[in-house]
């Protein structure tokens, strides 16, 4: 799979929703900006969230991608190394 | 001052019903809940009759960040857990920290859930498995999440371990009770119908072949020809006997009387299929349960037999009955109410003990669905439930393994 160019709240809010369960959207995780744990993410949800959007974003995030502390750093961390990848 | 412990809550999900109420009601009728295996496809495998769990899907009462993360056998337990805290009028964040434990028995383990992951492995690659397999398919899942759902924090524990290990559970958490834990969740739920899983029993012999329901499960009968495997279980919430009665309470199973205790245990292992020497184990077995209980032979008033429906093991079982109550075997009605839904592994025993304690309570001892006699010499209940005035009730389950085991309920005098 090719590297795609940005990560969406859109498709991370899908992500988070189909890989830990925690139900969200792409409105809440650009205003309220929830941490995981607030998502009730835990962190093998948050190993199944990066290993997915690897699969999505056709790159390996990493293991910084791993420890992060909310979706909008993941979303940060992901669309850094999309820029520099492309 | 000796610490009895009681059963103040009951969840049940079985294949007959889902709740007690509905569970208690298809068992006094009898009915016939075995059906054609449709959790996979089982054309071309040797095993077709199964108990299935068709009218509740336990997914639909938990939260999806814990569907996710749970195998069936673990959502069956959570659910069943709740209908038993329910019962019990008990909140567990009511209760003193670390004085409220949970103890489950799996011999399945997270199976479903394996299997998928399994199957993404080997067709898409080890970055398609999930995180979440490394604790879903545990055996101590169920204890482990009920533990985190209700921050029990008291002594914990898993069996891993098929019939027998679901009484053995039960006892487990009674000696917690009688060391001073003021409440324990126990009990087990099964979710075995994985390809893979069922694949590494169609080697022992002892599921049934049978292609219709009818015939498929009939212990003590001369057309045993092996067990239906079931899905499902229960949850039962202990507690002790003087603690629970200082509660307030208005619940129907926690003010109901008589209260019934689980009163005594024995266990023994005689080898895996070695159903021959069960006999003797078996047999081991209810005498240090009845020791335990204070109980003399004459004062069973029912027993839940084990009824593995393979008749060796048949035999084995009434000759163990017949060694221990002796002539007087033929006035105490013996009952395979699972025979009406499956034999769900450890989730079995959990279901019988629900059963015995129900029958202790109203009276009436639910009969052997599907069966129409037995050549044993066992006085088995079909047809009609039949009344009892039994004031203790013996429950019996064997392993696939070797484990043969015996629990004592006794209702507790008002």
């Known amino acids: 799979m090719s590297a795609s160019t940005a990560l969406s ?14 139900t969200t959207d792409a409105a809440t995780l650009r205003t309220a900006r929830p941490t995981f744990a607030e998502l009730g993410v835990d962190s093998l949800g948050l190993l199944g969230i990066v290993a997915e959007l690897e699969q999505v974003l056709g790159i390996p995030l990493g293991a910084d991608a791993e420890q992060s502390t909310s979706p909008d750093e993941l979303l940060g961390t992901a669309n850094a190394l999309l820029r520099s990848a492309a | 001052m000796t610490r009895r412990t009681v059963i103040t809550g009951m969840g049940v999900i079985a294949p007959s019903g889902t709740g007690v109420d509905a569970f208690w009601r298809s ?7 075995l059906g054609r295996l449709s959790r996979y496809p089982c054309d071309g495998y040797p095993l077709t009759v199964a108990g299935e769990v068709r009218d509740y899907d336990p997914a639909d009462d938990i939260d999806s960040r814990i569907t996710v993360q749970t195998d069936r056998f673990t959502q069956f337990a959570l659910a069943a857990a709740d209908f038993a805290l329910k019962d019990a009028e008990l909140r567990p964040d009511e209760l003193p920290a670390y004085s ?7 011999a399945a383990g997270g199976v479903e859930f394996g ?10 690659g080890p970055a398609h498995v999930g995180p979440y397999q490394s604790i879903a398919w545990f055996y101590a899942a169920s204890t482990g999440q009920l533990s985190i759902r209700h921050g029990l924090k008291g002594p914990c524990g898993v069996l891993v371990a098929d019939e027998s290990g679901g009484l053995d559970a039960i006892a487990h958490a009674a000696r917690d009770i009688r060391y001073g834990t003021t409440a324990m969740l126990v009990g087990g739920a099964e979710a075995p119908f994985a390809p893979f899983s069922m694949a590494c029993q169609y080697g022992h012999g002892l599921l049934s072949s049978a292609q219709e329901p009818d015939h498929a499960y009939l212990p003590f009968s001369t057309g045993a020809r092996g067990f239906v495997p079931a ?3 229960a949850m039962l919430v202990l507690e002790e006997l003087e603690e ?5 309470v208005t619940s129907r199973t926690t003010t109901a009387r008589p209260q019934v205790s689980v009163a005594g245990h024995g266990t023994t292992h005689t080898g895996a299929l070695r159903h021959e020497e069960s ?3 078996l047999t081991k077995a209810i005498l240090a349960a009845l020791d335990e209980a204070e109980c003399a032979p004459g004062d069973i008033g029912v027993v839940f037999a084990d009824g593995l429906g393979v008749p060796v093991a048949d035999r084995a079982e009434a000759a163990a009955l017949r060694e221990v109550f002796g002539s007087a075997l033929d006035s105490v009605p013996v009952t395979v109410p699972k025979t009406g839904y499956g034999r769900a592994y450890a989730g079995a025993a959990a279901l019988d003990v629900t059963l015995a304690a129900l029958t202790l309570r109203h009276g009436l001892v639910p009969p052997t669905p599907y069966a ?20 203790a009730a013996l429950v019996l389950a064997r392993g696939l393994s070797g484990g043969n085991s015996a629990l004592v309920l006794r209702t507790v005098p008002a």
């Open chain 2, 27 to 33: 068992a006094l009728e009898g009915r016939r809940s």
């Open chain 2, 231 to 233: 899905e499902g279980g």
């Open chain 2, 279 to 281: 006999a003797e184990g």
């Open chain 1, 9 to 22: 709240h859109e498709t991370l809010a899908e992500v988070i929703s189909r890989c830990a369960g925690a």
């Open chain 2, 100 to 106: 409220f434990g949970a103890v489950t028995a799996s």
């Open chain 2, 115 to 124: 299997q998928r992951e399994i199957e993404r492995l080997w067709s898409r």
């Open chain 2, 244 to 248: 629970q009665e200082a509660r307030p």
């Open chain 2, 372 to 391: 129409d006699g037995t050549h044993l010499g066992v006085d088995l209940v079909t047809g009609a439930p039949r009344s009892t005035s039994a004031g």
